[in-house]
């Protein structure tokens, strides 16, 4: 490794023409990189993604600062990119992953108005896009709930994730009061087997598709006047999104969400810009 510090040093310095003190600092970086690129005892060409996330979620709970935190994630990305442009290395692990399309506050009320009416089927529908969007379930877990996995009184809902990994998330009122009132109505079904196990069911009486359920979604997006490509995943993401941005801490999001690694949550931690000039205009001075 300090090999090749030492060839990106240079590469900086002859090439570049970066100041001294610049140089001096990224080798600074590099070096402490290095340190934690031998107690986790990998070699450079088996570091992930997932390494440096975690090396970087390391140093944010270490205390450093947003200023040198981001000229530390330059420094990897400039020696990362140096390291394959010279044949070092094949792969990239800096290389960002694509966000996750989102939906803002006022669309994803927008999305759940969208489903109105007092049928069995529309109080199901939008039962299920409130649950998911207070849980962040995948959408398998969702179709797949059976109705002993809810704990209606205490607000808690059992789910087996990948793996067959369990985790309990908790589940908000406003979820809670519109899967009550859909168990009730469909109480009154005599077409439906009264002893199913599943807790959302279509007429037929069996759990609802992955597929079917995604074409309820696209079909209220489409009434609520939302262009985005529109999935379930979509409401997954915002439920994570609106959480951090809410002040959420990431391994808190990362256990409701049932992601074996932080790396993978932090895809969310983006911020929304139009949040941002609110709150400069409504704390900075000049704002």
């Known amino acids: 490794m300090e090999q090749f510090i030492r060839e990106f040093t240079s590469y900086l310095s002859a090439e570049k023409g970066l100041a001294k003190n610049t140089i001096l600092a990224y080798g600074s970086d590099l070096r402490h990189y290095a340190s934690y690129v031998a107690s986790i005892q990998k070699n450079l060409s088996a570091i992930t993604h997932e390494d440096i996330t975690e090396f970087l979620w390391q140093q944010k709970s270490g205390g450093l600062k947003p200023r040198s935190l981001y000229r530390l994630i330059e420094t990897l990305r400039h020696f990362y990119r140096f390291m394959v442009t010279e044949g070092h290395l094949s792969l990239d692990p800096t290389a960002n992953a694509k966000l996750p399309q989102w939906l803002s506050l006022q669309e994803v009320e927008d999305l759940l108005h969208a489903v109105s ?104 997006a489409l009434k609520a006047g939302i262009t985005k490509h529109i999935t379930p995943h979509v409401l997954r993401h915002s439920f994570a999104t609106h959480l951090l941005s809410g002040g959420a801490d990431l391994r808190f999001v990362q256990e409701m969400l049932g992601h074996s690694s932080i790396s993978t949550t932090q895809i969310y931690t983006h911020v929304d810009k139009e949040r941002l000039k609110e709150l400069h205009k409504k704390y900075h001075p000049r704002g």
Do not use: C
């Open 117 to 220: 009416g007092h049928k069995e089927r529309e109080l199901r529908n939008r039962a299920m896009l409130e649950l998911l969007y207070a849980t962040g379930l995948r959408v398998s877990e969702l179709v797949n709930l059976d109705r002993e996995n809810v704990d209606l009184k205490v607000g808690l809902v059992r789910v087996i994730g990948k793996g067959n990994k369990e985790r309990i998330v908790p589940v908000g009122k406003t979820a809670l009061r519109f899967i009550e009132r859909y168990l009730e109505l469909r109480k009154k079904n005599k077409k439906l087997p009264p002893n199913s196990a599943g807790l959302f069911l279509t007429k037929l009486g069996k759990k609802m598709s992955r597929i079917e359920f995604w074409r309820q979604i696209k079909k209220y």
